[in-house]
């Protein structure tokens, strides 16, 4: 099951290029990163996130145009369910990974991805000298690897805007 952390929940513009973006915040994560900035995140807290649960957190906040999973806990098949439902409601949907590299069945299931541990002396996405990467995915049912990626990563360095979210 995924887990997220209600009081946690914002609908926010900075962290997918020019969408209005609800973001939630995803909790047991497996990450190790040095200097995470949420610690309790890799604790086993919050509450199970279901269809239901999304349908009303869309409800109370209709107009945005996204959905982002800041993390992605433990539970890659419960992920990918919850990626696919959101789709189906007809918003895009993004994740926010803490790792270097994802399955690829993650990025069949979402338009937005970010990859990459944080890390303090190379900054978060709007440092120049970040690892970190957020990608578009376009996806092509008729083309092998039936997606393809486009680093936005440099919109966050001409806007000097702060993801607030390493
Ligand atoms: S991915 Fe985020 S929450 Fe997880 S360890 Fe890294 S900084 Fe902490």
Same mark, same amino acid.
């Given at each position: 099951?995924?887990?997220?952390?209600?009081?946690?929940?914002?609908?926010?513009?900075?962290? =997918?290029?020019?969408?209005?973006?609800? %973001?939630?915040?995803?909790?047991?994560?497996?990450?190790?990163c040095?200097?995470?900035?949420?610690?309790?995140?890799?604790?086993?807290?919050?509450?199970?996130?279901?269809?239901? =649960?999304?349908?009303?957190?869309?409800?109370?906040?209709?107009?945005?145009?996204?959905?982002?999973?800041?993390?992605?806990?433990?539970?890659?098949?419960?992920?990918?369910?919850?990626?696919?439902?959101?789709? !189906?409601?007809?918003?895009?949907?993004?994740?926010?990974?803490?790792?270097?590299?994802? !399955?690829?069945? =993650?990025?069949?299931?979402?338009?937005?991805?970010?990859?990459?541990?944080y890390? !303090?002396?190379?900054?978060?996405?709007?440092?120049?000298?970040?690892?970190?990467?957020?990608?578009?995915?376009?996806?092509?049912?008729? !083309?092998?690897?039936?997606?393809?990626?486009?680093?936005?990563? %440099?919109?966050?360095?001409?806007?000097?805007?702060?993801?607030?979210?390493p």
């Open positions: 099951m995924i887990k997220y952390v209600p009081q946690m929940t914002s609908v926010v513009i900075e962290e =997918i290029p020019d969408r209005v973006t609800l %973001a939630v915040s995803i909790s047991n994560c497996q990450g190790n040095v200097g995470c900035h949420s610690p309790f995140l890799r604790t086993d807290i919050g509450e199970v996130l279901t269809e239901s =649960i999304i349908d009303g957190l869309l409800a109370a906040n209709y107009g945005v145009n996204c959905f982002l999973f800041l993390g992605e806990g433990d539970d890659l098949p419960s992920l990918l369910r919850l990626a696919r439902h959101v789709h !189906e409601k007809g918003l895009e949907v993004g994740l926010y990974s803490g790792r270097k590299e994802v !399955e690829k069945e =993650i990025y069949y299931a979402f338009d937005y991805v970010k990859i990459g541990p890390i !303090e002396h190379f900054g978060p996405l709007n440092s120049r000298t970040t690892n970190q990467r957020l990608y578009k995915v376009e996806h092509t049912p008729s !083309e092998k690897p039936y997606y393809r990626l486009t680093d936005l990563t %440099a919109r966050f360095w001409r806007k000097g805007i702060d993801p607030n979210i």
